[in-house]
Structures are given as structure tokens and as C-alpha cells.
């Protein structure tokens, strides 16, 4: 009995983690309704792991509960999206300075490990690999903080644009920028200096906000001009 609870629990999270990939990754689009029959078809399961799944991604930011359209990927305004990487900004300048502060040598050499895996799917240009670790050394840096309650607002906050983040890489040229500051976050965390760490952080986020912002202008754009 306990072996079928855990295998029924691990697939729920397992259903979660690859719908919560498939709304990350763009590949289901922003705006577009989860179809839970398609969804328990497509991933060979039945539709209550989709149901939880979906109820969950409610919770994270990621997909909307509208009455009598059912979920739909979340697909935010530019005004949002300029709004909330911004907040996403002082959030993980505040952590990155609490973390230059407050790391410790262990923290610091899982940190140097996960950037050395990061550095290998960036030279495979494996996007989705590199942003599951990228997503992990932030994560990494926000816990090395120590401060529960910005953790906490960070997850919260930072799910409603995790799939502009990820597309955010998508530009050759942004994504050697966005490697080289990881280095510079890296580096500033082992000289401990916490000033030097706010403003890489900070500047990375604003970076990421940029290119998002120019994506989705081009997008408005080209719809405009299409319709």
C-alpha cells in the first residue's frame, strides 16, 4: 500500500514537472486552453494527475482559472511583464546580496559545480538543459540569502515570467552575455563582496527584461501588421 501511495505520488509530481516544462518552454502557448484529454493523452496519463497538475501551476502563476473557459496559459500584458521583472530585479539583487554575505564554502562549490554542467549544455546549445540549471544556481543563490520570506516572494513573483526567461536565450549573442554574468555572479560570491553581486544581479534581470521587452514588441508588431 505504501509503494502504490509513493508511485501514485510520484507520478503526480513527474505530470506536474513536464506540463510545468511544456508552459516554460513555449510549447504550450501563452493564451492557448489546457485541454486535460489531449494532456492525458499526450502524457500517457489519466486526467486526475492532470487536474492536480494544472491546479498547481494555478497556484505558481503559470496557468489562469477562468470561469467557463476553463485554464489557460498565462500570457501577460507588456506593461505586466516590464512590471514584474523589475520587481524580479530588486528581489534577486537583495539575494544576491544577502547571499555574498552569507554563503558558505559548501554552497559555494555545489554553485561552481552547477555552473561547470551549465557551461557544458551551453556549449551542446542545449537550451532546455541549460535552463533547468541556470534555474537551479538561482534558486541556489536565493536559498544561500537565508531569508525565508524572500524566497518565498522570489518563487511567487519570478513563475508568472519564467517562460520569458527562458525565451530570453533564444538570441545567440544575449545568451553569451547572460553566460558571462553568471560567471561574474560566481565570482562575486566567492570574493564575498555583496555590492558588487546586487549590481550583477540586478543588471542581469534588466538585461533579460530588455530583450523580452523587444521580443514582445516585435511580436505586437508583427500581428499588427498581419491583421
Known amino acids: 500500500m505504501a509503494n502504490e501511495t509513493l508511485n501514485s505520488q510520484n507520478l503526480h509530481e513527474v505530470t506536474f514537472q513536464k506540463l510545468r516544462s511544456l508552459l516554460v518552454e513555449g510549447k504550450i502557448a501563452p493564451g ?54 523589475d520587481v524580479i530585479a530588486d528581489l534577486e539583487g537583495f539575494s544576491g546580496e544577502l547571499a555574498a554575505n552569507n554563503i558558505s564554502d559548501a554552497t559555494l562549490s555545489e554553485l561552481e559545480a552547477l555552473q561547470y554542467e551549465m557551461m557544458a549544455s551551453y556549449a551542446r546549445r542545449d537550451l532546455s538543459g541549460y535552463y533547468q540549471l541556470n534555474l537551479r544556481i538561482h534558486h541556489l543563490i536565493n536559498q544561500a540569502a537565508n531569508n525565508p520570506v524572500l524566497s518565498r516572494l522570489f518563487t511567487q513573483v519570478n513563475a508568472r515570467i519564467e517562460a ?10 544575449k545568451w553569451e552575455k547572460a ?11 566567492k570574493a564575498r ?8 544581479m540586478m543588471q542581469h534581470v534588466h538585461n533579460k527584461r530588455d530583450v523580452v521587452v523587444q521580443l514582445l514588441k516585435s511580436e505586437i508588431s508583427l500581428e499588427a501588421i498581419k491583421s
Not at 520569458?164 to 549573442?173: A, C, E, P
Not at 558571462?180 to 560566481?186: G, I
Open 164 to 173: 520569458l526567461r527562458f525565451r530570453s536565450n533564444q538570441d545567440g549573442v
Open 193 to 200: 563582496d555583496a555590492k558588487r553581486m546586487r549590481k550583477i
Open 32 to 85: 492557448s486552453k489546457l485541454n486535460e484529454r489531449e494532456l492525458a493523452e499526450s502524457l500517457n496519463v489519466s486526467r486526475t494527475p492532470i487536474r492536480e497538475a494544472i491546479r498547481r501551476l494555478a497556484a505558481d502563476g503559470l496557468v489562469e482559472l477562468i470561469a467557463n473557459r476553463g485554464a489557460i496559459a498565462v500570457q501577460l500584458t507588456l506593461e505586466d511583464v516590464i512590471h514584474t521583472f
Open 179 to 189: 553566460v558571462e554574468e553568471h560567471q561574474e555572479m560566481l565570482d562575486a560570491l
